[in-house]
DNA sequence: TATGAATGAGCCTTCATTCAT
DNA sequence: TATGAATGAAGGCTCATTCAT
């Protein structure tokens, strides 16, 4: 099902049957990734789109347009991965956990998806509705997938019984935030890959960094 | 290029030794946190400083180089405060690391300091000279001061012998990416104050999400 | 840079295929001549030209390349009649020479022509490459045509032996500086007609100033 | 004494009585030279004067009257030298002729006063006083001298009975513009000095090109 | 006399957007 | 559906000029 089905007309920028918006935003996406919102001109999305500037207001009313247009069509693929491999395992939260996160981060091997949150932060002033739109898309709901799935790990006694939404963002934040890294200081490679990276954060994650025998034979508790 | 060159030659932005400039990096603060990079006007700056577009240019030849005053002035700031409390501490990694960690989220108070990672990762495509500058003097120097007091922990037996350098990014980049959505997410006030959040990292940090028991005498467990 | 760039890329100042850079250039040659070049401003030019502003720039990337594709196109003409003429006549030198010379001077009858080398004269300094090309294009060409029928001249016998080099510019120099003259004076109207001029230089040139017998056989007077 | 002199105030840019106004039109000709009119700024005469920007208005209202100043105070030098020499010899006005012009051609060694007549060409349209003062001070009163010098020697017999203007010219030019073309073309050193220079269009110039049997007695030759 | 500081006006250039075809 | 052509509205930067000190 095409996302941009004629049948329901983007709620603010409408567009016509054919393929063309799509390859519009195909081309904007590139464009975009690569130069962020201000920096890209429709003359740059024109011509990776192989048409005149003027042929895409025929699809966008504007520029901005094109831009919560890509968010909205794009944005919902990398979440709806994840939230699918979150839902899937709830009987085995951990494995869950792990499965979903490396589905997540996997999604970001196509570069340009990973300048979609990095855009967003920078643009969020701008566009403010795009940005709830991102939370609510994007964010609440993995959130809301990794809080279940904390919260059964609590439930059958894997999990200390820790804040899901703080662990959550203990979990997410430095994988997303290595992603953000590597689009900026792209001259400072990162020691690790991102598969490498994820495992070893979630290793961390659950196990901690501390010595264990420090937190656990005290037993002389009060 | 520029014949307004001051007396004493700055190390790249050139400035007069009277408080001009500062004044006017303390408008650029109000203006560039509020509407990021792109869309800030030299004149916007100009009227937050109480003076004409063309006085900016007696202090700074250009735009970006306000920017980049702006950072250096700031971000060492921070940075400084993170770095000293670090290494004032190395014989107790664990408390040097907390107080690092909590005096370096509380210079985030200040919400326009707050700004400027965002619009460095935002930005970097633009400015990667920026870009290096706020990593090499930023980042790099925070995860070594980090790596030191890991390094530390680990060799005194506290810490797990993990990799400092994914310890120092699990433990920084939460913070960091709190201080970015509240940014982008103003609407989503988050449930926790700042110096909340910094204390159940840190916890859920140090012992992890598991279950002690979990994963230490498997099955002994009542 | 130039994202609107033609599918016909001119040699350096890009056009399209229209007759629109033509009139750009013909309303530009009316405003140079009347302003020189750093009094003219953009828009002058486009309104001479009936346009706007901005549309200059999607025949010319900037003000200097308006200015250059102007002297390329203009100064050509000129130095092409000149050279035709010149090349035309070895046979027979002197006629060669004389019919050159008019007609060079007669293109000058449009004022405006006559502006160019004012203009270049005037920003050589700021436009070496110009300078430069102006020098290549107009100027050795100009003295390689006269040196040509300078030697032919004097292999015939019919010259004098002198430096062809000095000979060309002893004959050019007074028409073009009258060329300029006539620009700065305007008040001070000459007295002779160019095409006069250009007879009374010719002849004097070849006769020289001297009184023949005073050279020749002296003694011989009454 | 002092063309500057406080007993006769200029008449448009007022100036107090001390030599900061001819220090203020050395730094000027050094910057106007190298720059051309448009191309300098005030700042730039400052710096060259050791002087802050605003202490030039002390002494010349504006850019405008700071050129014009330094036109009226230098262009008048060259001129007298010529002048002189030219009208101590009537008696011998082929030597007086010949003196004139080397001291004359002398004169622009100081490539700095070399400008003066190449500003002015360029900037007449925007100083059309000032050219008139050039023309009334300089030109005329050149060609006067030279026109008394040609008509003396006419007399004497000793020249063709030519228009004494077009002969000024016919000399002069040749000069001039080799002086302009110095400086628009540096690249293209010219192959004689300009005392050779001088020297050949003095002589081809008295001689003229054409073989002299030619022009005498037809076919008598040897 | 001298200047540091400041500015108004202006100019080149860019770009999202429009429209006749 | 598509585009070539055009433009209005900025925005960064410059510079001659002013003025309080």
Known sequence: MN???PLVPGPKWTRKPQARPDEVLEAALDVFAANGFAATRMDDIAKAAGLSKAAIY?????????????????????????DAAAKDQKHDPL????????????????????ALPRIILAEALRFPELADFY??????????????????????????PV???????????????????????PAHIPPLSMDELVDSIFDLFLKGLAMPEVENHSGVAP
Do not use: C
């Open 163 to 185: 804040e899901p939404l703080v662990a959550a963002r203990a979990l997410m934040s430095p994988l997303m935030f290595e992603i953000l890294r590597r689009q900026a200081f």
């Open 3 to 5: 996302v941009n089905a």
């Open 58 to 82: 025929l699809y966008f009313p504007s520029k901005d347009d094109v831009f919560k247009a890509l968010v909205e069509q794009r944005i919902g693929v990398v979440q709806s991965h994840f």
């Open 135 to 160: 939370h609510r898309t994007v964010i609440e709901r993995t959130q809301a997938s990794l809080i279940e799935l904390f919260q059964a790990g609590i439930d059958k006694g894997l999990f200390r």
């Open 95 to 114: 494995a869950g956990l792990q499965r979903a996160i490396r589905l997540w981060a996997n999604s970001f091997h196509d570069l340009r998806l990973a």
